[in-house]
């Protein structure tokens, strides 16, 4: 079954540097999502983007999916942006479930 | 839009007691999900309903848990015989259409003592 992996597991900047954030999937993924979810708190969705490239903000995402892989970069970073990032691919093409990775945790320093 | 509406935000239940926990989705989303999380496993798939009806349900354990959706307002996933082990934040989402973004309401803390 799809496997989800995020590299690396955890993630320490100083604020207004820029973080990139991998995930790695082991079958062809026709839905893929990123989550942010800060400690305690519930899962918002940043971007889905199953292929190609997105922008949202100070979020790039980029998936090539021949490769099974996609990456979020987020620029500029602030203290805001600590917490745990998810990558969330669907189990099969098809299906409507999704399997996630286990996160990057991500700390930014004042 | 008030997004994906989960109550009660936080049950704790005695071994062995019920457990309803409820969620509304997204006005016009016609996909709802249920998944829970915990330290040890993570995230893992329980249940989903599209247009109310039952689509997969393969990640519920199949003896104590049920998951129903009598209208597209809400849904319930009820654990029967709770055990401390089914201690973890159940989470309930929703989507539009096929295979579009899922979104997620806060989350019921179930603790089971």
């Known amino acids: 079954g799809q496997q989800v992996q995020q590299s690396p597991a955890s993630l320490v900047l100083q604020e207004g540097e820029n973080a990139e954030l991998q995930c790695n999937f082991s079958s062809t993924a026709t839905q893929l999502q990123w989550f942010y979810q800060s400690p305690g708190g519930s899962l918002v969705s940043l971007l889905s983007?199953?292929?190609g490239t997105k922008h949202t903000g100070r979020l790039t995402s980029t998936t090539v999916t021949k490769e099974r892989r996609s990456s979020l970069h987020i620029s500029s970073s602030q203290t805001t942006d600590s917490g745990t990032y998810l990558c969330?691919?669907?189990?099969?093409?098809?299906?409507?479930?999704?399997?996630f990775g286990s996160g990057t945790q991500l700390t930014v320093m004042p | 839009n008030a997004g994906v509406i989960q109550t009660p935000r936080h049950k704790v239940t005695g071994k062995g007691q019920e457990a309803t926990l409820w969620c509304e989705p997204i006005s016009g989303h016609s996909a709802v999900f249920w998944y829970r999380q915990t330290i040890v496993q993570g995230l893992e798939f329980l249940t989903y309903f599209r247009n109310q009806a039952p689509i997969d349900d393969s990640g519920m354990p199949k003896e104590r848990f049920s998951a129903q959706m009598p209208n597209q307002s809400h849904s319930t996933l009820k654990i029967q015989s709770t055990q401390p082990q089914d201690s973890a934040v159940y989470l309930c989402?929703?989507?539009?259409?096929?295979?579009?973004?899922?979104?997620f309401g806060p989350g019921t803390r179930l603790t089971v003592l």
């Open positions: 969330a691919i669907d189990r099969s093409s098809g299906s409507w479930q999704l399997i």
């Open positions: 989402a929703s989507s539009r259409q096929n295979y579009a973004e899922q979104f």
């Open positions: 983007n199953p292929s």
